[in-house]
């Protein structure tokens, strides 16, 4: 299975300072078609996931500028420009080039 | 309004089986992807199974296969997982999952509690 490793676990931010979160594959998850299958979901407390952005970089509707995504091949990273409140939770990759698909553990965002 | 609703979840002994149902509306079901993802109190996200739109290719992760068995009914707007030789550590919330292009709903999920 192919394993994503994220990193912090867990991550205290003071509003309006920045943050990120790194997540990192055992295998490159670049397809054949030249697009990167790495995305990121955000999960509050007693919801569904929500998915943040999609082909490493690209925000779904509706997500706001301050998040943004990086990276290629095996090494990626998610940002957040300025934390809000609204922005606590767990934020998790996924990469949906190699069966059986997986996620990274989770980083756990507090305020 | 894009929904998917699932139902089906409930406290069952190991061994014994489960069905779960997803029920989409507000976008075109047979267009998507389908997964089920589940998640154990306190975890992350895991994948359990996927089906393609027509339902012809199908996956589950090793932990379940030979058990669990996705399937749909793009007449009914309808995503399933039967669940058979329930296990302890499979005790979750099941979410229903569709993939259109470069959209991805999700539904609230179903808890399934396996217990004796």
């Known amino acids: 299975d192919v394993v994503l490793t994220q990193s912090p676990l867990s991550l205290s931010v003071t509003l309006g300072q920045p943050a990120s979160i790194s997540c990192r594959s055992i295998?490159?998850?670049?397809?054949?078609?030249?697009?990167?299958?790495l995305e990121w979901f955000h999960q509050r407390p007693g919801q569904s996931p929500r998915r943040l952005l999609y082909?490493?970089?690209n925000r779904d509707s509706g997500v706001p500028d301050r998040f943004s995504g990086s990276g290629s091949a095996t090494d990626f990273t998610l940002k957040i420009s300025r934390v809000e409140a609204e922005d606590v939770g767990t934020y998790y990759c996924?990469?949906?080039?190699?069966?059986?698909?997986?996620f990274g553990q989770g980083t756990k965002l507090e305020i | 309004e894009v929904q998917l609703v699932e139902s089906g979840g409930g406290l069952v002994q190991p061994g014994e089986s489960l069905r779960l149902s997803c029920a989409a509306s507000?976008?075109?079901?047979?267009?998507?992807?389908m997964s089920w993802v589940r998640q154990a109190p306190g975890k992350g996200l895991e994948w359990v199974a996927n089906?393609?739109?027509?339902?012809?290719?199908?996956y589950s992760v090793d932990s379940v296969k030979g058990r669990f068995s996705i399937s749909r009914d793009n007449a009914r707007n309808s995503l399933y997982l039967y669940m058979s030789s329930l296990r302890v550590e499979d005790t979750a919330l099941y979410y229903c999952?569709?993939?259109?292009?470069?959209?991805?709903?999700w539904g609230q999920g179903t808890l399934v509690t396996v217990s004796s």
């Open positions: 996924m990469q949906r080039i190699h069966w059986p698909h997986t």
């Open positions: 999952v569709g993939w259109d292009s470069t959209l991805v709903y």
């Open positions: 089906v393609n739109e027509g339902g012809g290719a199908v």
């Open positions: 082909e490493v970089s």
């Open positions: 295998q490159s998850l670049v397809h054949s078609d030249g697009k990167t299958s």
């Open positions: 507000g976008f075109t079901f047979s267009n998507c992807w």
